[in-house]
Structure formats: structure tokens, C-alpha cells
């Protein structure tokens, strides 16, 4: 969708929000997938009611963006705005045991920065791509660590009531890759309590999850991570593999042979071939097993 009014530019550019025309999705997500829109910077957090009572005067529908890791944009021309959060410089501010984090931020980056300072507790989260404010919104977590247990304080924008809020810890509910926060709510910051630990002891830890992962994951492909959540008491990826579906592809979009939960794109897929994909393995393991698998990467459909 385009922004061309320019009483629309102008009012953008009077809020700091930097326009992108025509950025490629495809660009800006871990699948190399996703069609073209505007782009939204925002630079300024106390600009969003504004910037939404723009968009919303003025009908231009919006789409929130993170780090673009765990999401399958739709091809083509996209029917909606891509906001977009800058991140700040510093993005983490250490106190302590607290470490105040931009949702902009890296999240690897953020691991090995609090490494350095000996504050661990996230080791396990090392090597999954994405923002800081993305593995909170769904709670991220590997090798039996998420980083909803060290979340002290997050700032948002609330949907509800178009405000900028603090909400406490306790306050937010984190479950497997699920949190209570609403789907339009905007993550903007967050404070992590994290505990103190040598850097030679995190680093050990560190090393240990990079080689699990690099045993077992196909880094370096272009994925969006695990496109199914697990069911319970179950491994999607195991499921998959055992019917034999490992390097099943629709065009470019193949079952990735190293882990079977995680979907590669291995040249052009299109967000349509991936789609196909992911309707036939769930047919597939529904028909065999009986378990229909949920969506863990997010979907834009236009
Ligand atoms: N397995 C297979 N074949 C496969 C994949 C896995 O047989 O193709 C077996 C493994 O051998 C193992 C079991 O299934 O016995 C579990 O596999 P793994 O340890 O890889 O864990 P997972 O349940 O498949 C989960 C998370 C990952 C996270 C890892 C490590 C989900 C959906 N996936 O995978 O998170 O990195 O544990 O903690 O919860 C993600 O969320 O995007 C993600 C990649």
C-alpha cells in the first residue's frame, strides 16, 4: 500500500516517522518471503497514538513488524502499512541485575551483551534470530529456559486504550510460546531481571546450545524457525519426520531434511508455495496421527 498524499507525508514527517516506499517484506523476514509496501520508522515511542490516529483517519490499515523471524508475509502488493520500531542507541541498559532492553533490539546481540556484563539465565535463546520485543510477545524459549521468567517490567503501546502503559511481571501470563499480551499490543521495551553468573560459565552454556542447535537445526537456510507449535506431549518435527516428509517441497518451499518442523526456503518460494506446504504436512499428520498441528509462525495473509 502506498502513502502518497502528501498531507499525509508531511504530517509523518512531522512525527520523525521515516517513510520507506515499496520496501521488499521478502527483505526484511527470515524466509526471504513477503511481498511490497510502505514502510514506517518510528523513531519516537510518545509518537504512536498519533501516528495510529493518522493511519486510522486517514483508513490506511497497519501491520506491526519485529525482526520478521517468525512470519510468512503474503506475495505481491500488500493491502496494508508496515510499522516499524527504530532501535534506540544504547538498546540495553544495565543496572545491576536489571537490563533494560530496547523491543527493537537483537536478540542474540542482548544475550551476549548481558554475557559480558555476567548476567546469564538466557543462554538458551542464543542463536534464535529475531527481535527482543518478538521473543516476548510469544515467549520465547529453548532448552527448557523462556524469557518470560525474567521479565520484570514491559512497556507497551495498548491496543485498548491507545495508550503507552507499564506493565509488571507478574501482571502477564507466560505460557509455552504464548503470553496474555493482545495481538495489537505494541512491545516497546522491557526490563530483565537476570541472575549473576561468571562470563566463563555462560559462555560454556552458550557453546553448548550453539553446538545442539547446529547438530540439529538447519542454520543458515532461510526459515521462519518451527512452523508448528508442539502438541502436547509431542515433538511436531518428530511427527513429521516419521511419515517420511523430510525435503517434501511445493516449489521452492521444502521440508527442511535436518529438522522436519522447520520449512526452508531454498531459492524463490513464494509465500503461496509455503502456505501449500504447510496445508499438506498438516493434512498429512492429521490423517496419520490425528493431531491437527497449530501455526507457530505467524501468518500475514492479504
Ligand atoms: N526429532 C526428529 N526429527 C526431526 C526433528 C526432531 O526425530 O526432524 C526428534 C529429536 O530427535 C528429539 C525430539 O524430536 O528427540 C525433539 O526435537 P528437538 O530437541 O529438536 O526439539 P523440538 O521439540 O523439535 C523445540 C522447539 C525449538 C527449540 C528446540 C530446542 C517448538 C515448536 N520447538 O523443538 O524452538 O529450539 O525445542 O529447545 O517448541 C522455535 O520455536 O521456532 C524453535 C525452533
Same mark, same amino acid.
Given at each position: 500500500?502506498?502513502?502518497?498524499?502528501?498531507?499525509?507525508?508531511?504530517?509523518?514527517?512531522?512525527?520523525?516517522?521515516?517513510?520507506?516506499?515499496?520496501?521488499?517484506?521478502?527483505?526484511?523476514?527470515?524466509?526471504?518471503?513477503?511481498?511490497?509496501?510502505?514502510?514506517?520508522?518510528?523513531?519516537?515511542?510518545?509518537?504512536?497514538?498519533?501516528?495510529?490516529?493518522?493511519?486510522?483517519?486517514?483508513?490506511?490499515?497497519?501491520?506491526?513488524?519485529?525482526?520478521?523471524?517468525?512470519?510468512?508475509?503474503?506475495?505481491?502488493?500488500?493491502?496494508?502499512?508496515?510499522?516499524?520500531?527504530?532501535?534506540?542507541?544504547?538498546?540495553?541498559?544495565?543496572?545491576?541485575?536489571?537490563?533494560?532492553?530496547?523491543?527493537?533490539?537483537?536478540?542474540?546481540?542482548?544475550v551476549t551483551y548481558c554475557a559480558k556484563q555476567d548476567l546469564g539465565g538466557m543462554e538458551g535463546l542464543i542463536g534464535v534470530p529475531g527481535t527482543v520485543g518478538g521473543a516476548l510477545r510469544m515467549n520465547a524459549g529453548a532448552y527448557g529456559m523462556q524469557?518470560?521468567?525474567?521479565?520484570?517490567? %514491559?512497556? +507497551?503501546?495498548?491496543?485498548?486504550?491507545?495508550?503507552? $502503559?507499564?506493565?509488571? =511481571?507478574?501482571? !502477564?501470563?507466560? &505460557?509455552? @510460546?504464548?503470553?496474555?499480551?493482545?495481538?495489537?499490543?505494541?512491545?516497546?521495551? %522491557?526490563? +530483565?531481571?537476570?541472575?549473576?553468573?561468571?562470563?566463563? $560459565?555462560?559462555?560454556? =552454556?552458550?557453546? !553448548?546450545?550453539? &553446538?545442539? @542447535?547446529?547438530?540439529?537445526?538447519?542454520?543458515?537456510?532461510?526459515?521462519?524457525?518451527?512452523?508448528?507449535?508442539?502438541?502436547?506431549?509431542?515433538?511436531?518435527?518428530?511427527?513429521?519426520?516419521?511419515?517420511?516428509?523430510?525435503?517434501?517441497?511445493?516449489?521452492?518451499?521444502?521440508?527442511?531434511?535436518?529438522?522436519?518442523?522447520?520449512?526452508?526456503?531454498?531459492?524463490?518460494?513464494?509465500?503461496?508455495?509455503?502456505?501449500?506446504?504447510?496445508?499438506?504436512?498438516?493434512?498429512?499428520?492429521?490423517?496419520?496421527?490425528?493431531?491437527?498441528?497449530?501455526?507457530?509462525?505467524?501468518?500475514?495473509?492479504?
Amino acid at each position: 500500500m502506498r502513502v502518497n498524499d502528501p498531507k499525509i507525508v508531511a504530517s509523518l514527517a512531522e512525527l520523525g516517522v521515516e517513510l520507506r516506499p515499496e520496501t521488499k517484506l521478502s527483505e526484511l523476514t527470515s524466509l526471504g518471503i513477503g511481498g511490497t509496501t510502505d514502510l514506517l520508522r518510528i523513531k519516537k515511542h510518545e509518537t504512536i497514538p498519533d501516528l495510529l490516529n493518522l493511519l486510522d483517519a486517514n483508513h490506511i490499515p497497519h501491520k506491526f513488524l519485529g525482526g520478521g523471524s517468525n512470519l510468512l508475509v503474503s506475495d505481491g502488493e500488500l493491502p496494508w502499512v508496515v510499522l516499524q520500531l527504530a532501535p534506540p542507541d544504547p538498546d540495553v541498559i544495565i543496572e545491576g541485575n536489571l537490563a533494560r532492553v530496547a523491543a527493537a533490539a537483537d536478540l542474540g546481540r542482548t544475550v551476549t551483551y548481558c554475557a559480558k556484563q555476567d548476567l546469564g539465565g538466557m543462554e538458551g535463546l542464543i542463536g534464535v534470530p529475531g527481535t527482543v520485543g518478538g521473543a516476548l510477545r510469544m515467549n520465547a524459549g529453548a532448552y527448557g529456559m523462556q524469557i518470560g521468567t525474567y521479565v520484570r517490567e %514491559v512497556d +507497551l503501546f495498548r491496543a485498548a486504550t491507545r495508550k503507552i $502503559e507499564k506493565v509488571r =511481571g507478574h501482571q !502477564i501470563s507466560f &505460557e509455552y @510460546r504464548h503470553t496474555s499480551f493482545a495481538p495489537d499490543d505494541m512491545m516497546l521495551a %522491557v526490563t +530483565l531481571e537476570l541472575p549473576s553468573k561468571p562470563y566463563n $560459565e555462560i559462555l560454556k =552454556g552458550i557453546r !553448548i546450545c550453539n &553446538e545442539k @542447535r547446529r547438530s540439529s537445526q538447519p542454520l543458515g537456510q532461510k526459515s521462519a524457525g518451527c512452523i508448528f507449535r508442539n502438541p502436547p506431549g509431542a515433538s511436531a518435527g518428530r511427527l513429521i519426520d516419521e511419515l517420511g516428509l523430510k525435503g517434501l517441497s511445493v516449489g521452492d518451499a521444502q521440508v527442511s531434511d535436518r529438522h522436519a518442523n522447520f520449512f526452508v526456503n531454498t531459492g524463490h518460494a513464494s509465500a503461496k508455495d509455503m502456505l501449500a506446504l504447510i496445508t499438506d504436512v498438516r493434512e498429512r499428520v492429521e490423517k496419520s496421527y490425528g493431531v491437527a498441528l497449530e501455526n507457530e509462525v505467524v501468518v500475514w495473509n492479504a
